[in-house]
Structure formats: C-alpha cells, structure tokens
C-alpha cells in the first residue's frame, strides 16, 4: 500500500514539472494571471492541474471510452487526441481564479505529452516490482485471478498460439537470417524448430483459420465466393458470413473448436469456442452488451496513456506509408499498385491499433494464467499486399513483429503457470505483377468477353502482355488467345450462340456471370443456371469462353465440371485432364508444387465450387503470380510462397509429421499439444451469438479486401 501511494506521489510530481516546463516553453500555455504570481503560486496551479488531469483521465476517460464502443475502432483513434485535449481544458478550467489557460489545438499538444510522461514515470517505477507490473497489466485487460497458491504443485503450462499473418516459410527463413527477427532467431538455435506446412487451394485466412480453430474448411472454395442455393455472397471478413462460416463448421464437427477450455481468442475472424474475445470477426454481429469482442479496445484504450501512445504511432505509420508509397513512384518500381486513398489509414490499423490492443489482450491473458491464447497479427499481410512481400516495407514491419513476440515473451515469464509459445502463419504470399497491370484487362472483362458481352474500349485495344512476361511459346499463347478474344468481340455467327441468346431472351433472365476474385483465384458462376454447370453447359450458351480463358498467356488453369469425365482441368493448347488423373509433377499443375493436385480434387467435391475455378499462371524460376485484385503480394489460390506457410514450436512439444498439409491437419496437431498438458477438450454448443440471423449480402455490393475491409 505504501509503495502504491509513493508511485502515485512520483508521478504527480513528475507531471507538476512536465506542465510547468510546457507552460514556459508554448506561447499559448499559460499557468498564471495576466498580473503575474510567484513561482511558489505558479507551482500549486501546475499541481492543481496535474492532479485534476490525473484524476479525470481514470475517472472521466474510461467512461467516454465505453461510451463510444460503437465507434468505429479508425474513428476512435483518430478521437483520442481531441477526446485527451477535451480533458486537459476541463482540468484548467476546474483551476480556482482563472489562472490557467490554453489555446484548443495547444491543449491537444500538452495533454499528449502529460499522459506519456505520466505513463512512462508509472512503468519505470513499476518494472522492478513485479506485483505492480502485474497488477497494471491486469487493470490493462480487465482480468482479475487470485494469484497461485504458493508451495502448491506447479501449474500445467499454457499454450499460446501467436499467428503472424501471412508470413511465409521462405520469408520467415530470410527475415531470420538477414537480422530481421533476432527473437526468432534464438528460438531456433536454442529451444524451437520451424516446420513448413501447406495450405489448401484457397490459401487464405478465411479457409485456414476456420480450419486451425474449429477443425474443419469444408465448403469454403475461396475468399469470397457466390452460393446460388441461397443466392448470396459469401465473403470471409464479413461479420455476417464469417458467424455462418463458423456455425457450419460447429454444426459439422460437434466441437466448439480449439479454444473451448479456458481459451482466449485475440484478433481473430473466429472464435475458436473462446470463452474470451477481443476483435474477433464471427463476434462482431453482437449488439449491445452482449458483444463482447469490443471490449478489447475497451481494456486497452481506457488508459489515455496507452490512447496516446497508440494514436501517435498511428499518425507515424500513415506518414510512413506515403513517404514509402512516394518513394516506390520516384523510384519508378515495378510492379506497383496504387496506394492513396483510405488506404495508408487502413494500413495504420492493421499494423498499429489492432497490433497493440491484440497484444494488450494476450499480455493480460498470459498473466491470468488462461489455458489457449490463439492471436493473430495481421500487420505484414496488409503491407505486403501493397508493396510486396519481400522488400524494405515489409522488413520493417518484420522486425517490428519481432520486437512484439520478445515483449510477449518476456510478459510470460510473469505468468502464474508457465507458456509454450508457438508461433504459425496461415498463409504465405507470393509476388507479382496483377493480371490487369501485365495484360490490359481484369479478369471480368476476360469473361464477358468470351461470353459475348460489352466490354471497355481499353479492352480491344489491350497489348496482351509485355515483352517480359513471354518466354518460350509464351508469344504463340498470347496470339492464340487474341484471337480467341477478338473473334468473341466481333460476335462470330455461331448457330448454338445465337439459339442461346435467343433462349436467354425469351426467358428474361440476366446473361450476366458473377465474376470474383480471391487473389490469384478467380471464380465464375451464372447465377441464372441452378446448381453447377458443366463443362457442355458452358459450350453450349458461350462457346469461346473456355476457350478464351484456357489459352490466355495469364492463366494457368481451369476448374469446370463434365459430363463426359466428372470434372477436368483445363490449360492452355487444349490441355485437358480428368480430375481423378491429375498429377503434381505432370500434366496442367506441373511446377504448382506438391500437394496440388489433391487440393483441386478436394475443392472439386465441394457443393458451394464456382461453374469455373481459374487459377492464375505461376511461373515456378520467379516464383510469380497474377492477382485478379490490386495486389503485388497475393495468396488465395495455388503457386508459390502462398501455400508454404509455418509451425515454430518448441522442441518440448512433439514434432509435426512430415509432410503437413491443410489446416485441419495442423488444427489435430495443435488440438494434440493442448491434450497434452490439459487432459480431453471438451466439446461444447456452438459459441455464436444466439438469435442473430444471417444477412444476405448483394451479389454487386463491394467487398473489402483480405483482412482489412
């Protein structure tokens, strides 16, 4: 208790100098009257001020905090230096006699700079005593434990999960022998061994977080994808697709997933069966009090001190993100995509707001001693999207991930039991220029017009494909699908085509497809045809379509359904392959890399597969792709560093088998470990929130891209 009072003394006194020394240094700060008092008198104001604005900001902020919980979490860190200086204003006003004043955009200054001295004083003076370390973090997230029994048998260790989003097996290997990640670093000569695994075809978060947490991806062909039994648009960072997502996979296992003893989940789009959430995607369609997965910023941005720092190193990021996106442009760097707009704003969250309530949250879970903590930091696979996934962006935003996990584990050596940390990404990325940048055209104009619709005028007068791109037979390839596309765009008499349209029109329905992107995987549907078209189906209403597709220099094959065979897969010169057939060292997926060709069969199977899967080329010696979207970094589909993401576990834990391969492989490995401390995870209901129904989402509506929509 004594040592609790002396710390707060401290830190008033500390901030009685910090605003003297502001009101001498800022023209419009002022601690006095007009006339002039003693220093002694100044002194007692600065006193006066820095006790009333200490007393606000525990008693007066916490509350504006919760109060503006419906807040978007961009808006209200754009809010905390006006909702800070708000604060210091009314501090000065409470001041007897008027004697302390400040211009608006002054106040905004000095209660910035209060808090963070305040802060910084209140840790130094805490960091050699551990109860008060403790005690602070546990206020932070809002968890109370009675400490351990000492002298009692030693706890079972806890297990947290920290996922690096996005994070390839190579980039981790290269970030760790450039420097980049000195943590890792350590871990790896010492006391962790690193494991690549592989994906399944839809390499991304949506498909291997579903499958990590709850077991089981079944159904889930891409990042969003059009389900015509129900005519919607399924998108996996939606809240109300990611609640529907996370509902068939509990429906289908009979498990609440990997976190339903004692877990914690950080950041995540899904729960994993937590009984603890904090910005957790498939939690977000809760209203009211009952959503819970706001209460991490809650936890977090209740102490301005936290408030302040974060909102200072958000302002950072978006200045650091022009001055490198002004850079790439100087520098004329290819390939490169467009980065104003919200964007730097965007980019700013994901790698400084999320990042510290994320970390926050798992710091207080470490030190109440939950079993499963799962988080996920997401801040490289923003970046690299944009400026690649190897480079001097992404490297910073490595070496800063490591600097996290070293503060995470140094926080842990404070818990009541001990933690294995395992660090895992979902997916990796691989670079490359967009399909659009390398050829003139996205895909949906690709499809409209091998279907015989309008189409732009950029498109009839696309070069279809740079010098740069084309090696060996890579010219033939592009002047066959010129011709395929040219002899479409000047409607060709084709006695079936012109049946078709004339059936489409006698029947009033949309000749529209729905053409989507999921990285370097496009999917095709017609929702005008129920159920999954076939391959005669598709020949039949739109003859050059397949075609068109197949031979184009910037596709590396197709997905349809056939009569005839099943299903096949398509490539360019008329290369065609049944399914059950295909192979990973022969045929279309050659150079795809191991594992590809039952990881199409899989997604074949599924009932919700496009009419027309395309994945993109990949070029095996650059490791390239093309994404359907803007982005130079991508992953979504199958080629490259996108399948190879990691498992860095300590070497106390059993070994992954060889050859790992999907995410509901590496959930039973993880489900393994935790068996092994905790006993049996108990499967438990279903964890969404109750009597929330699923929204159905527009076909045309905008959708936000992977992770940070």
Not at 100 to 110: F, L, S, Y
Not at 177 to 183: E, K, V
Not at 429 to 451: I, M, N, W
Not at 670 to 678: D, F, N, T, V
Request: charged fraction near 20%; charge should be neutral; aromatic fraction near 6%.
């Amino acid at each position: 208790m004594g040592g609790a009072l002396l710390r707060v003394l401290v830190v008033w006194a500390v901030s009685t100098l910090t605003l003297l020394a502001l009101a001498g240094l800022l023209p419009d700060f002022q601690l006095r009257s007009d006339d002039g008092e003693s220093l002694t008198r100044t002194a007692l104001t600065a006193a006066t001020g820095a006790g009333v604005f200490g007393l606000l900001s525990a008693l007066v902020w916490p509350v504006v905090v919760r109060a503006l919980l419906l807040v978007p979490a961009l808006v209200l860190g754009l809010l905390v230096f006006f909702l800070n200086g708000s604060l210091l204003l009314i501090a000065l006003w409470l001041i007897p006699d008027d004697r302390g004043a400040a211009a608006p955009e002054t106040a905004v200054v000095v209660a910035a700079v209060m808090s963070a001295v305040a802060s910084a004083t209140a840790t130094a003076l805490a960091v050699r005593d551990d109860d008060a370390y403790r005690r602070r973090l546990y206020r932070l997230a809002e968890r109370r434990r009675p400490r351990p029994v000492t002298g009692g048998p030693q706890p079972e260790p806890g297990t947290l999960f920290l996922q690096l989003d996005g994070v390839g097996h190579r980039v981790l290997r290269d970030a760790v022998r450039d420097g980049l990640m000195p943590t890792v670093a350590a871990w790896l000569d010492t006391t962790h061994r690193l494991t690549p695994w592989r994906t399944d075809w839809s390499s991304q978060t949506g498909a291997s977080q579903l499958g990590i947490l709850h077991g089981s991806n079944e159904d889930v062909p891409a990042f969003r994808w059009y389900e015509k039994d129900t005519g919607r648009l399924m998108v996996s960072n939606r809240p109300a697709s990611a609640v529907e997502l996370q509902r068939r996979a509990v429906e289908r296992t009979g498990d609440g997933g990997l976190l339903t003893l004692d877990g914690a989940s950080r950041g995540n789009l899904f729960s994993g069966g937590a009984d603890q959430l904090a910005l957790v995607l498939s939690m977000a369609a809760r209203r009211g009090r009952a959503n819970r997965s706001r209460s991490g910023y809650f936890a977090y941005f209740s102490d301005p001190a936290n408030a302040v720092r974060t909102a200072g190193s958000f302002v950072a990021e978006v200045l650091r993100e022009l001055t490198q996106s002004i850079r790439a442009r100087l520098r004329k760097e290819t390939p490169r995509v467009p980065r104003g707009g919200l964007y730097p704003f965007v980019r700013a969250f994901a790698t400084v707001v999320e990042r510290d309530v994320v970390v926050a949250a798992v710091m207080g879970d470490l030190l109440a001693g939950r079993t499963a903590v799962y988080a996920d930091l997401v801040g490289y696979d923003e970046v690299a999207h944009h400026s690649g996934p190897h480079g001097r962006d992404t490297d910073q935003v490595l070496h800063r991930v490591d600097r996290v996990v070293a503060l995470i584990a140094k926080v842990a050596e404070h818990a009541p039991r001990p933690y294995r940390i395992v660090l895992l990404s979902d997916h990796g990325q691989s670079p490359g220029p967009t399909f659009e940048g390398a050829y003139g055209l996205t895909l949906k104009d690709l499809v409209r017009a091998g279907c015989g619709l309008p189409v732009p005028r950029r498109v009839r007068r696309t070069p279809w494909g740079h010098p740069q791109t084309e090696s060996g037979g890579g010219a033939e390839a592009r002047d066959a699908a010129r011709d395929a596309l040219l002899s479409v765009l000047h409607r060709p008499v084709d006695a079936r085509a012109e049946e078709a349209e004339a059936a489409r029109q006698l029947r009033g329905r949309p000749a529209e497809p729905i053409v989507l992107a999921s990285g370097n995987l496009g999917l095709v549907s017609f929702p005008e045809v129920p159920g999954r078209m076939t391959r005669e189906q598709i020949e039949l209403r739109h003859p050059a379509l397949l075609r068109t597709l197949a031979n184009h220099p910037g596709i590396g094959f197709l997905l349809v359904a056939s009569e005839e065979h099943g299903s096949v897969v398509l490539a360019g010169d008329g290369l065609e392959t049944p399914v059950a057939e295909l192979k990973d060292d022969a045929g279309p997926l050659a150079g795809f890399g191991p594992g590809a060709a039952d990881a199409v069969r899989r997604t074949d199977g599924f009932p919700h597969v496009a009419d027309i899967m395309v994945n993109s080329m990949y070029d095996p010696a650059a490791g390239t792709v093309h994404a359907f979207e803007e982005q130079i970094g991508s992953h979504g589909g199958l080629g490259g560093e996108q399948s190879r993401p990691f498992l860095l576990s300590p070497l106390s834990l059993p070994e992954p088998p060889a050859g790992l391969a999907g995410a509901e492989q590496v959930h039973e490995v993880l489900r393994g470990w935790l068996r092994e401390s905790s006993g049996p995870q108990v499967p438990v209901e279903d964890s969404r929130p109750g009597g929330v129904a699923e929204e159905f989402l527009p076909v045309d509506g905008p959708a936000g891209p992977d992770k940070s929509g």
